[in-house]
Structure formats: C-alpha cells, structure tokens
C-alpha cells in the first residue's frame, strides 16, 4: 500500500523529467541534480520504511501530476517528491499524518457547561458540536473541501441535535495568487465565521457580535473568486444565494436572538430567486496586524409570493423585494503577547414595513436595522514548553432590533434595548490545538428566553 | 425584462468566468532553479548534498525526514546552503525553500508551492520576512519571535516549525560540513 | 403598505382576466354537467332534508352556509330527530376551513392535537360525516340501510351509479361509505368552505388597510402580554403562504361555566370533558386530558352565536370578557357559594378542576389583577374579528359570509 505513491512518485518525477525539454540547459542540469537527490533519498526511505514499518511520522508525498499544459515557458513542474515528515519539531509531538493518500481528515469539537448564576437549574452540558472535515486533491490545481457537523451530539427527528453540511466546496486555483470556488461556502465576513474552530477565539461561546449579527457559521451556495497580492491584501468575492426572509417567524424568539440566522437557508432546497453578492478584503501587510472588512448585499424576499408551491389566489408575501446590506469591519493586532482586536458589523433589511404590518403585535418582527460591537484583548500570560495561559477579557455592544420601520397610528414597535456583555476568562491551551476554557459573562439586560443572563461557562476545545 | 432576470444570475457568473482565459498564462510555482537563482544570485554552481543520515534525522524529531539540501557555491567559496523542504499546512503540503548565508542565518523564505484552500497568507513577503537574520540560537517560535498570521494558524505555525528544525539541522550538520 | 400606481391597471387586467375564466369555466362545466364528481354528487347530499327522519334536517341545517357552515340560530344546542325535538349536546362547529384540518396526533412533547369534532374523534370528514346521519339526536336514522334506501329514492340516485356502479344501491354498506366519501369530497375541494375573502385577507394580500380600531384590535390579538389569542389561534400565514386558519389544532380547557341551557347537564353527574369522554373512548384513562375541548377557527367567528363546545356564551363580548376576567372576577361567571365564594371551575368534576389552563395569559391572574383586556380594548379585539368574516365587500365595509355561495342545488 504504502509503496504505491511513492512509485507514482517516481513516475511523476520521470514526468517531470521529460517535461524539462524545453528548459534552458544550466537550469536542466541544477534540476537533474536535484531529482537525482530526490531518487537517493527515496531509495533511502524506501530502506527506512522496511526497517520502521511502524513509524507513524514517515510521510511520503502525494503523487504530483505532470504541470499543465500550457505553462509558461521557463516555468517547471514542481519538485516531485520531495519526501519529508509531516511536521514534528523537535520537542514537540509528532502532529503528521501520514499524507500516503490524497484525501486528508481533519476535525475540531467543542464541549461547553453553561451554569446562569441566578438559575443555577438552569445549567446546562452539552456536546455543542463534533466536526469531521476532508479535503481530496483531484490534481494540483483541483480540490474539494468539505466539512461535517454534528451539533448537541445526538441526532434524529426526536432529538435536539442537527447534522449538517458546514461547508462543501470545489476550488480550482488559477495560480498561486488567485483562483476559483463553488459550492457550499462560509461567507468571509468577520473574524470568525471563516475561522470558528474553538482553538481559534477567546471564551467559552463564541461572541455574540458575531453570532447575533453575522449569523457564524454563516455559508451560502455559489460561485466566488479569491486571491492574495504581495503587499498584503487578500480578497474574496463572491455570487451566492442569501437568507429567505419568508422564513421569518414573529412569534419566535429567535429572530430576535439572530435575525439572519433565524432565516438562513443552509442551502437547504433554498430559494434563489435572487443572488446575493458578497465582498470581503483583508490587509495583513504587517505581521501581527490584521486590518479587514466585507459587505454582503442580496434581495432576500426571493420573491416569495410568486411561488407556486402556494395556492396562487391567496398566497401572498408583502415584502418581495426586500434587500438585506450587512457590512463588518475588524482590526485584529497582536503585538508580542497580546492579542487585541475589535469589530463592528451593522445591518439593514429593506421593505419591510408591509410585512410587520401583517405581524403588528406580535413580539418579533423584523428589523430595519440591528449592529453589534466588540473589543477584546488577551495576554499570552504564562508559557510552559507547549502549554499557555491565555486571561482575556471582552465588552460586546449588540442590538438585533436597532429600529423597525414605522406603522400606522403609532402601531410600531420600539427600538429593542442595546446588550452589553462583558466576559472575563482564560483560555488554557494544553498544546496549540487543545484548549480547556473558563470564563464569567456579565448582561446588562437579562433575558431569560435568550439565554442571556449572567452565568459561569466551561469548555473543552479541540482541532486536528 | 426576463432578459434581464435571468442576467441577474448569469452576468456577474460569467464575470467571474474571465479570470480563467488568464490562467494559461498564470505563473504556477516558483521552481527549485529559481529559488536557486532568487537567493544566490552570484552562485556558480548548486551541489547537491546526500541524504541526510537517518541517525541524525530521527535525533531531530523526524525520522525517516530527509530535505533537499543544496550547497550554493562561487569557485571554491561557499556562499551558503538553500534547503528544499515540506511541512503540512492544515491537509495539504507546503513546499517551502529556506536559504542559509555561510554562517547559518536565515537570508530567505521562499514558499514553492501553497495549494491549500485557506491560509495562502503565509506567501506574504512581509511576514516570511521576520524570518530572515534569524540563527539556531534564537527561539524561532510562533507567537514569539515569529508572528502568527489569523486566518492561517496552522500554516503559519508549521512553517515556522519546519524553519526551525532546520536551523537545528544547520547547526547539527551543515556548519560542520 | 405599497399600493403602487402601475398595479391598479394591472389588478384591473387581472379582475378582467379572472372574469373570463370564470365564464369560460361555467360554459365548460355546463356542457359536462351531466358528469358527475364525487365532490357534485357530496354537495346534493350535503343539501338534501330528504335524508333525515324528520325529513326536515339537511347537513346544511346545522352547517348553514350563509352562517358559514354554522347554526343559523342562537341555540346552545341544535334540536333533532324525527320531531325535531331531541338536544344535542354540544354546540355545532363551523365547517368552514375544515379542509385543513390535521389527523389527530400527539406533538412530540405530548400535546394532542388535530382530528375533527369538539374532541377530536373522528379521524377524517368521512368518520365525521358517518355520526350525524345516524345519531339519535340529529338526522336519526336507524341503520344504514336506511339511509341508502333513501339515496337511491333521491334525485342524484343516477349519480350515484354513474359514479360507483349501476349496483351500488344493492351494497348498503359500501354506498353509505360512497355517501360518506362524497360529502367528503365536496368539503375538501369546493372553495364555498375556504373562501379566503375576508377584509383580514384582503389585508395580508395588501389589497386593503385595516381601520385604525381594527388594527388596534390586531395588536391586541397578537401581543403574548395582552390578549395572547394568537398563542392559540395562530395569525401569520403559514410557510407556504397560506393564510392563517386561526387555529394551532390543540386542545386547551378553559374553565367554561357549566351551561343550564343544555338539558343533559340537569343531570348532576353528568360532565362533558371532551378528549378523556363520555363521547370520545380511547382517551378515557388519561386524566390530564379531561376538560380539553379542540382550539376553533376564529374565521367568521362574529358569526357565531353560541360560542364554547357547550355554547355558554352568546355573544362575542361576553365569550372575551370571560377569556380576561375569569381569575380577576370569578364571581362574573361561576356561582357562589353560601360564603359568596364563587365556585370556579364548575363544569369539570374535582379533582379534575386542576387541569383548568391557569398559567398562560390571558388566565395567568389572581382576584384583583387588572384583566388584559379593558372594556375598550375588547370593543378593538371585536372590531378585528369583525374583519374575519368571509364575504368581505370593500365599497360598503361590510362582510356576508353567504356573499358568493353559490345557491343550494333545487329541490
């Protein structure tokens, strides 16, 4: 088994070999040197691997296809097989997985206690969520990028768990510098929806900026190119489908709790009427520094009342044309130690004063506008050979329902309160990708159907 | 008007399209000859160095670990060493090129080839720059003296990693050599 | 609201477009008229007196289509048998939107909800359909056999073959199950129960706006802190851009005052408790359940003129008044003890008394409590029912639920 890629190895660099024909000759000769290299260390390893059948760290490459046609002239393939560990520094633990197959497995998972200190019954444990993630090379340009979600651990019509496709998209780089995606994928705004692995924030739950007004894990359907330049700036745009605003329900809470994660659609048979279009930049030009922001705007009302899954003489929907516009902007800066950063996202949904005039009275219609906040700032206070104490503390501003659009004889609903929560914890990261969590969080406003209200969180975190 | 409808999807896809008649024309890698050329411009010669011994290998934590090591040569000077070598970045392989002066301080970062989905920001100069002047002695660690880039954690992580070790590597054999 | 300019010709366009299809379709049905459907052949039974004992009681007697499928009259109770002299037991239910009513089942966290009648016994409109033909206390007859013999001497007998075989009437059991199929059949089908032409209607489609009073009344209905209606009687189109039916299907036990107006309950001992019996079997062990009677539509409830399964109240303010003033003024509605103390609860036998819904509002109260709703806001909680009355005509502001039925069939 294990022999067959570095066979295909072999082959590729003979590929590659008969590739360099047009190859100036100096540069010829400096790269049959190096594949010469290359045969006598996998003749070397190839020995090893009978001696050490059992080492876990010896990783041989995947087989490299010959380059495109069409490459430039003076470009040459890649080197083929340069075989190698898969990462493990001295000191620290082997982290290689054996890369033998072009398919790779990874994963993170998150498990939380919740205890609200003025409804201690209320404490809650749960397996929050358990993450299988993939990623199969069809060939060096060509990828599939997946990721598998199970939320509150168990899952079928009688429990409270979801099982869910996060993310499953088909990249195809057009060069190193930019290239094409599509499929299922994560909207790029904000620090976290893109990077919510729980090794990666600070507390136990994620903020709630970014859980309340960028509906994280947010991911839509569609087409979206990206790239990266050399001073700095990444990029990402994209056409997908957005939220249905038909799915929103006034007599729930959640719309006030998330209103665009109350109407995602998960591509979930969702609606695509209309497109949405998305923007994202990043600026990371200085290390430690990151200096970044996105739009996404889309006719959510997917004009719904020309549906025909409805009977048509009664069926109506008042707010066809509603847009959403959610903009975000981030700082993130990491001097040394101290990890510091701050966001701030608002929202706005168009036309939707016809509908929550069909919901007057009812205790959630939907906003015209809602935006949140935040700055944190952690210490990398203490570290010992893998391990490091991490204190953090956090101040979150947030309103889901900043204002509503007017109705008649004064009819309307006011402005919801502004939230404001401050966490105070620490993270204790056992290795980079363990991570034990604790933290307190202090509401301005409690709310019980929220789940907002003071309380004491615990976490375990994990990624691989 | 349906015209327009149904432009609404297809225009801006077909816009998203037009970068792929540009990718016949798109640099895919830098290749071991340039990364060659690139930190050794007055090089006369590359020599090829054997296999590193697999003693000394699994003595580094990473057995059966064997990068490409070449000796940049101008008559019968050394100019230093340029070290071809892999690490993972979260799935995939980052084939990464580091260049060593005679003393055995880092003079450049090159990465060779980054094809993973996320994280492609460890390409950027400016922060494979805090790598150069760097020797044996210094931590070369992440959150260190080396920044983590956010956004590509692993692979900024596993980069500095693989310098590291081999600056150890340098230290163990090469200097000697 | 958006009432856009450009759209009037184009509602004008469709009005138009509407009204040549409906006399391109009566043409057509016209010239296939002597084709009938089960729905066709549903709808001459549903009419015919012909079919009772008395020879006086239709389906339509009690489920009058000018009264939206409800009692023309203010009875608790409807009269029956062959004299026409036989009570009920429960008020008659509108069948108006019954189209869309759920088999009955229990929500995962137990809750039961759907079926048809008061407690939900019968399972689909054909089970339903089956009681009244045979009950004692309504057409009255016999058996079966009975009623097919009387089928067959009717006007639509040649239907009834054309549709389900020349020898149907020679198979007593499966042509009641016919019968029973096609009243069926017309109830779920023929758009007169689902009109979804109420001022309400009009307003979700945009085509209308609610009175300042009747919207004032909307919020009312909706808000959990007032009167909470919509708790229960839903008033958000559903997913798929049905309107409302103001109905959720569960059950719920209110605490009605014990009705003197129906002759069973002279007897003391006797207690109509809905889902756990004396009517419905199957639920008979599970105490939890006595008491609950099925959440109505309230389309066309102004309609109405003996409100509750056992028809208490009369009008619509006192059935409201009741909803808001029962734990702040129990004394309004319950008798008295020789305390004074008034006696809650008194058509449900202790100690089943406790299953009374006392913790959601508009009951959540205690003696002395402000009720939810004050007379003024009841007065705008009416002027929105109002506005679910089928029938509605926007040039005079008022609704008729018999507007646009067509006529029964001729005798």
Known sequence: MRHKPIALAVFAACCATTSMAHADDAQLKSEVEALRAELAALKSEVAQMHAERHTPAIAAAPAASAPATGTAPGSVAAPAAVTTVADAGPGMPNRGIPLTESTTLWGYGQLDYNRPTAHAADAVADLTRAVIGFNHVFDENTRVYGELEWEHAVTSSEDSGESEVEQLYVEHSLSQNYGLRAGLMLIPLGLLNEHHEPTQYYGVERNFVEQAIIPTTWREGGVAGYGTTDFGLSWNVGITTGPDLGKWDPTSDEGRATPLGSIHQELQLAKAHDPSVFGAVNWQGIPGLQVGGGVFSGKIGQDTSKQTTGDPNTAFFPADDARLLLGEAHVRWQPGPFDFSALYSRGTISDTRALNLSFIGQPTPVPKSFWGGYVQGAWRALTWAESSLVPFARYEMFNTGASYAAQPFGLGTPALPTERVWTVGANYYLNPNVVFKIDYQDFKYDDISLGYGNRFDLGLGYQF | MAELARARWLLPLGLLALPAFHAAYATQYMSVGEAQKAAFADAGEFRAMPPLDAAVASDLGAPGWSPQMFEARAGDQRLGWLIIDRVIGKAELITYALALDSAGTVKSLEILDYRETHGGEVRLPAWRKQFVGKTAQEPVRIDNDIKNISGATLSSRHITEGVHRLLQLHERVLRAG | M?????????????????????????????????????????????????????????????????????????????????????????????????????????????????????????????????????????????????????????????????????????????????????????????????????????????????????????????????????????????????????????????????????????????????????????????????????????????????????????????????????????????????????????????????????????????????????DTEIDDVIAFLGTLEDGYDPVTDTADPARDMPPPPAD
């Open chain 3, 2 to 374: 958006k009432f856009s300019r450009q759209a009037a010709p184009r509602r004008a366009a469709r009005v138009v477009v509407a009204g040549w299809l409906a006399c391109a379709a009566s043409i057509a049905l016209a010239g296939i008229s002597d084709l009938p459907t089960p729905a066709s052949l549903g709808r001459e039974i549903f009419f015919d007196t012909s079919l009772s004992a008395s020879g006086r009681m239709a389906c339509s007697t009690c489920h009058d289509p000018a009264f939206a499928h409800a009692p023309a009259n203010a009875l608790s109770v409807q009269l029956g048998g062959e004299n026409l002299d036989v009570p009920g037991f429960r008020a008659v239910p509108s069948l108006r939107y019954v189209n869309f009513s759920l088999p009955f089942f229990f929500q995962a966290d137990g809750t039961p909800t759907g079926g048809l009648t008061r407690d939900g016994s019968a399972a689909t409109l054909v089970d339903q359909a089956r009681t009244p033909l045979l009950a004692a206390h309504e057409m009255a007859n016999v058996d079966v056999a009975t009623v097919v013999d009387k089928l067959g001497l009717s006007e639509y007998a040649e239907d009834f073959r054309v549709l389900f075989g020349s020898d149907i009437f020679s198979k007593p059991d499966t042509a009641f199950l016919a019968a029973l199929y096609s009243l069926s059949a017309y109830e779920l089908s023929a758009s007169e129960f689902h009109p979804f032409s109420s001022k309400y209607d009009l307003f979700l489609r945009g085509q209308i706006m609610l009175s300042e009073q009747e919207l004032r009344g909307y919020v009312l209905f909706n808000r959990p802190d007032k009167g909470n209606c919509a708790d229960c009687h839903p008033s958000t189109r559903q997913s798929d851009g049905t309107p409302p039916v103001f109905t959720d299907y569960t059950y719920d036990n209110l605490g009605v005052p014990r009705n003197p107006e129906i002759p069973a309950n002279a007897d003391l001992t006797y207690f109509d408790m809905g889902l756990c019996g004396p009517y419905r079997a199957d639920l008979a062990a599970q105490n939890q359940f006595c008491g609950q009677f099925k959440v109505p539509t309230l389309r066309n409830v102004v309609t109405r003129q003996a409100i509750f399964h056992n028809g208490y109240f009369h009008t619509l303010r006192k059935a409201i008044q009741f909803y808001v003033q029962r734990d702040t003024n129990a004394d309004k509605w319950y008798p008295l003890d020789a305390d004074g103390v008034p006696q809650k609860f008194d058509d449900i036998p202790f100690p089943l008394d406790r299953n009374v819904n006392t913790a959601e509002a508009p009951y959540n109260r205690q003696p002395g409590d402000a009720p939810a709703l004050s």
